[in-house]
């Protein structure tokens, strides 16, 4: 067989996210009909940056989803398939069998694998992680945040040099001392991850509290099933028979997530959380003056609701925005792990992982390296352009 | 003004104290050592080999007493072999034990000895920070004029098309990681699939003669990422300068834009991005790293990774030291200077 031409190579990869095109399709027209009644989303899709990065975002989030669905994948990301090593874009395969895709679209790396499918699948790792680690960081910037800015004081001092102290520290450095196989044969990752994990179960358990204490018929039976399940999900998290934490028993545990992949996760959980922390803890020391707080403790309020029912939700604007931006930060936090090799296992299809295999041939074969890198560049400036967005929208009000 | 620095400087030594203390007990964990009796002795050692290795060494102290000594604040540790001699970190070869001192830390100018590069661990940082210097300097001398110029151009008139334009360039800078850019970069400008071949993909020959066709490209992919960030701060700054008071009095008066621009509103735009162009240290040692290693240039950066991926403990607390001392004093710095330049500020 020939190998494709360039507009057949386009015009295939374009067929084969067929199902990421018509979900966009659909979500946008429904965004853009409903869009006065959807608030501060709705919005997004008055700003024409706002919409671009959305678009980049969501892209992304689809071809990860999908990918995940084996919708999207021509190959299987780790199968090698003999002849096709450092193969052009648009080669066909040597034999293919029944059923197999008879190009690798994208070539194929230098351990003959397909790099189109690789840069799928890495979508889906990233999609999962970068999300997730960024809400954990925030529920730890916002649990610790709050009261470090409403109360001030000692508290804030400890606090604040806690967190300038994680900042000082040289990223890459604490990813080397972090996941290195030593450090974590010792248990420390996932005792941080105990620690870091616990963060959400607090801040439920305090914000459903402080809203319905005043309703204990109401608040007791929700506490125990919303706590109940959280810690479940918690303890089947850190819990890993083999390591060091290993907590419940084994047919109770939900999930088991390779130790690999909880290792980058608290690892970037932990470098995220002291800037969460030193935004919220600003805008906590801002809001705190306004006459609706004052209102709130003459109404005699206990603090902690005023913390979360009366200051976050009216910080919520830069949050989100920060959210955005935090998202992209942790894409390229994950990337850059995966370019020192760190964590993730060296057959990983996430992009970082993916460049760093790449860049040794780089001088011969652009391909391998240049596919991921273009992937992740194009979903950061997403998420970047969505946040541009986001700010000047909610500015308008 | 003195307080405030003093008191600024001794939350800067807790925190390295701190700090240094954390990369201590992390590097020296049980694994570590262990690891290391082998590397040194040989691999197939038995446990009781590896811990009378360690013992002689000094290294199954208390994490608090090694830390002590490795600062120079405690008398360092000395073995007694059974054959009478003394031996200890602070005895050098074909030194008698009652010649060595009795301190010999970071403090006594001590940082002990490499394991992988086996030289002084002061001598190659020295060298390797040397190499650092040159190519922060050229990061600095491109990076700092272009993002002001980029930041001032587009916020002097908020919202119009060269705006909108330099804006975007400027988002997409911050959206690329060095690990992209320096990919994108070799990929068109030196690899020979593209043709162009104006420069060269790595920087190893830069290290003893730098010109602009090994030097360019890292530099540039270091500068691009912090580039776009500087700029967004500058315009911010300036946007906000240009609708001030005093700037519609100047146009009212008849002052034409260009002078506005530069005499007016330039000095007072300048304030912010000053802070974040030395918050930006930190952040540019990262891109080092990246870079050094993508480019194979061996520096500060490159040193780092050789130290912390084949466990040279002594070469990883140097390098841990001296960045995290880079960190705090130009934190120090871009809190004086914002004082400084803007008295507006109290310091107490």
Known sequence: MEPLSWFEIITRVLLQFMPVWVSLVALFTLSIVYKRRLGLYGKLFDSTIGMIGFALVMFWVFTGIYGAMDLIITHDPLAQVSGMKNKLPGTPLGNPDDGQYAYYLFGGDNLARDVFSRMVAGAWIVVQIAPLATVFAFMVGITLGLPAGYYGGRLDTVLSFLANLILAFPVILLFYLLVTPEIVETGIPSYMATVLFIFPLIFVGVLLNSRYKTQPKLRTPMLIIVLGIMGWLYLSLISETGTKVALIPNFLDLFNVSSGILVVFVSVVFVNSPTVFRIVRGLAMDIKTRDYVAAAQTRGEGPWYIMLWEILPNARGPLIVDFCLRIGYTTILLGTLGFFGLGLSPESPDWGTTINDGRRLLQIYLHPAIVPALSLLSMVLGLNLLADGLREESLRD | ?348
């Open chain 2, 1 to 348: 003004m003195g307080l405030f620095i003093l008191r600024r400087l001794g939350i800067m030594i807790l925190t390295g104290l701190c700090l240094t203390f954390l990369v201590f007990t992390l590097t020296n964990l049980y694994p570590n050592l262990e690891k290391l009796a082998k590397t040194q002795g040989n691999f197939r050692m038995s446990d009781e080999e590896v811990s009378s290795f360690l013992e002689k060494g000094g290294y199954l102290q208390p994490m608090a007493v090694k830390y002590g000594e490795w600062l120079g604040v405690l008398p360092s540790y000395r073995h007694e072999n059974p054959d009478g001699s003394i031996q200890g970190r602070c005895i050098l070869p074909g030194q008698s034990a009652e010649d060595a001192p009795n301190f010999c830390g970071v403090l006594q100018g001590h940082w002990g000895f490499s394991t992988v590069f086996k030289d002084e661990v002061g001598s190659i940082i020295g060298t390797r920070l040397g190499l650092t210097a040159k190519l922060m300097f050229w990061v600095m001398v491109l990076m700092v004029p272009s993002a002001l110029i980029l930041g001032v151009l587009s916020g002097m008139n908020e919202g119009s098309k060269t705006d909108r334009t330099l804006s975007t360039v400027a988002i997409t800078t911050t959206a690329t990681p060095e690990y992209v850019s320096g990919v994108i970069l070799i990929a068109v400008f030196a690899s020979s699939t593209m043709g162009l071949k104006w420069f060269k993909g790595t920087a190893t020959s830069a290290m003893e003669s730098a010109n602009f066709e090994n030097f360019f490209l890292p530099v540039l992919t270091i500068s691009l990422y912090g580039m776009g960030y500087i700029a967004r701060m500058t315009r911010a700054s300036m946007a906000e300068v240009m609708t001030a008071q005093y700037i519609r009095t100047a146009r009212l008066k008849g002052v034409s834009f260009p002078n506005i621009v530069i005499k007016h509103a330039l000095r007072n735009a300048l304030i912010a991005p000053f802070t974040v162009i030395m918050l930006q240290f930190p952040w540019l040692l990262n891109g080092v790293v990246i870079v050094e290693t993508l480019f194979n240039y061996k520096g500060f950066g490159w040193t780092l990774v050789q130290a912390a991926s084949n466990n040279d403990i002594e070469l990883l607390l140097g390098v841990s030291v001296v960045s995290v001392f880079v960190v705090l004093v130009t934190q120090l710095i871009s809190d004086i200077g914002y004082v400084y330049l803007n008295p507006r500020i109290s310091v107490t």
